[in-house]
């Protein structure tokens, strides 16, 4: 069992153990995994709703009339296509062809911005937004510790969250950010998320986290671990920073070049200079799982490496993320997993598309 007294701890982290949740350490932090079973728990997002503590995630505040050019400049998305009450998922270049992180960015108010960044990286992308900030009248501050954060995922999210708030959730559509009552309490929504779902993520005060935690799940929305956000995330094609994007990965590889626009932005040369010779794919295999680095063949040659791999709870076949040589995007591929090639199927990402409701 691993020893979490030297971890890190969500203000919900009482609750975890209340709820008997498996505990793992995460980037730093010691998190749930799993309360009932990763399966129930992603079929209940699916089918309808769940609950999960991303409190470790972090949050940055970027204010001051150099707001958007500071953000301009340190993102390759268009930052002035975001208006106050919108959401944006960009990127943070490095200047060797990487990437530091990729984040969210919500627009708050003109000349004010909310970031959040991947709970592994939050000293990393502070110190690197730092850095940027010289020249531009922008202030720049960490309220990571500050924030709870809420991700409550699911077909059925506004129905059963509706009846607790005070505004109209139909009127917010995908990518909305507002300031609401939730049960009583202030929060910030985002109609955003990480699992291909509907729904919304809910940023409230960490001293309310643990009563707006029991308040959903006594609505009927269970809790929800990261054995099935993983699961999620990979059937909808979502990247993982580590997995998919890194310092040393060229994002152009992956199905995520659309956050990169014409215009002028910090490692965009790098960036274009980088090696591009592989591409971010999805493989189908037929019964084994592949994990994080299994090879990936064609015939001996090794043409690629998987960065995800699970077996789909909704699709129930084993599904993966890899990077493969662009000359052998056309051939046959196998992944080798325990020292046996298995045959892969190159398939359209995202895996699985919700139908439409």
Not at 133 to 157: H, I, K, M
Request: aromatic fraction near 10%; hydrophobic fraction near 40%.
């Amino acid at each position: 069992m691993t020893d979490q007294s030297a971890l890190q701890k969500t203000p919900l982290y009482p609750a975890h153990l209340e709820a008997n949740a498996r505990m793992v350490e995460f980037g730093g932090w010691a998190m749930p995994v799993q309360y009932e079973g990763v399966i129930k728990e992603h079929q209940a997002v699916r089918e309808r709703a769940a609950v999960f503590d991303v409190s470790h995630m972090g949050e940055f505040r970027v204010k001051g009339p150099g707001a958007l050019d500071f953000l301009q400049y340190a993102t390759p998305n268009d930052v002035s296509k975001l208006k106050p009450g919108r959401a944006q998922y960009n990127m943070l270049p490095n200047d060797r062809g990487g990437l530091v992180d990729d984040i969210y960015i919500y627009c708050l108010a003109p000349h004010e911005y909310l970031v959040v960044v991947n709970a592994s990286n939050i000293g990393k992308d502070f110190a690197h937004l730092e850095q940027l900030r010289a020249g531009f009248d922008v202030t720049l501050s960490d309220e990571s510790g500050a924030w709870a954060l809420l991700a409550v995922q699911g077909p059925q999210t506004e129905a059963l969250l509706q009846p607790h708030t005070d505004l109209d959730l139909s009127h917010h559509k995908k990518n909305a950010v507002f300031f609401a009552q939730l049960f009583g309490m202030p929060v910030m929504m985002a109609r955003t998320g990480y699992t291909g779902e509907d729904g919304f993520e809910v940023f409230v005060e960490a001293a309310l986290a643990e009563r707006l935690w029991k308040a959903l799940l006594s609505a009927g929305i269970p809790p929800a671990g990261l054995g099935a956000r993983d699961t999620l995330r990979l059937e909808a094609g979502f990247p993982l920073y580590g997995h998919e994007f890194s310092d040393d990965l060229n994002p152009l590889q992956s199905h995520y070049g659309w956050v990169f626009k014409d215009k002028p932005h910090f490692g965009r040369e790098a960036l274009q200079a980088a090696p591009n010779t592989r591409e971010l794919v999805g493989l189908r295999l037929e019964k084994a799982i592949a994990r994080e680095g299994a090879p990936v063949l064609s015939g001996e040659r090794v043409v690629g490496v998987v960065t995800s791999g699970t077996s789909s709870p909704t699709l129930k076949y084993p599904i993966a993320l890899a990077y493969v040589d662009r000359d052998a995007l056309h051939l046959g591929l196998s992944v080798e997993i325990r020292g046996k090639p298995h045959s892969a199927e190159r398939v359209s990402v995202p895996f699985y598309r919700p139908p439409t409701r």
